[in-house]
């Protein structure tokens, strides 16, 4: 209907212009009327067919529908998308701590265990040690044709003395240096495989610290402060 209307006012408003020139052509003033009448209705029936066109309002609601149903669609995964990174975050977080938590343990046990395990080295250890390098010394110098004997000492628990003969305290410093050295070498070999035996196997790297001394007292060389090496403190000019 509205294409018919639309149709006929615009054949209608072309035909009216028409008539209008020819009437102005012509000065004829009745058709000038009748024309300008026409032209008006004419346009009126185009005007009321293009108002009661149908618009597209279908397409239009289904383009809106799209639109909602895309941005409903998006939404729900952006929302997923964030709902998943933080389980994701959240897991990664539990799965931190929960490794932390068993480092933690691990550590703790570890660090029990060790404790446990490790053994004070005391006075008594160390009077245990001196009656083990005394009788290892003493052999030595058996099996060597030696007559002489040491008498090894213990000084608390983180030194031992060895006392040598009174005659010793007079030897030249180079022997007395000698002397000291070798004292050192049996000390450290001893404790090492003292150390090594099960029912011992004290947390210790080296043995008592070692002082060489005459029977009056006199100390003839002493083991440094970190150890392993004799500095002679007697001096012979």
Not at 26 to 55: H, Q, V, W
Not at 179 to 206: G, M, R, V
């Amino acid at each position: 209907m509205w294409l018919l209307l639309s149709l006929v006012g615009f054949l209608g408003f072309i035909v009216a212009i028409g008539a209008l020139l020819w009437s102005v052509i012509k000065k004829n003033k009745d058709l000038r009327k009748k024309s300008l009448i026409g032209g008006l209705l004419a346009m009126i029936m185009f005007f009321i067919g293009a108002l009661i066109s149908p618009t597209d309002k279908s397409e239009s609601s289904v383009e809106t529908a799209k639109t909602e149903q895309t941005s409903k669609k998006q939404s729900k995964k952006t929302s997923a998308t964030s709902s998943s990174k933080k389980k994701n975050a959240k897991t990664s977080s539990s799965s931190k701590k929960e490794a932390s938590s068993s480092s933690k343990t691990v550590s703790s046990s570890s660090s029990t265990e060790t404790s446990s395990s490790s053994k004070t080295y005391d006075d008594a250890t160390n009077t245990a040690f001196a009656s083990e390098l005394n009788t290892k010394i003493n052999d030595v110098l058996r099996q060597g044709g030696v007559t002489d004997s040491f008498a090894v000492m213990p000084n608390g628990s983180s030194l031992i003395d060895v006392v040598v003969p009174q005659n010793y305290k007079y030897l030249p410093n180079s022997q007395i240096q000698q002397l000291a050295d070798t004292i050192l070498s049996a000390k450290e070999n001893c404790f090492q495989e003292w150390n090594a035996k099960p029912e011992n196997n004290y947390d210790e790297t080296y043995g008592p610290r070692l002082y060489v001394k005459s029977p009056d007292g006199t100390t003839l060389a002493k083991e440094s402060f970190l150890g392993g090496t004799m500095k002679r403190v007697i001096d012979h000019k």
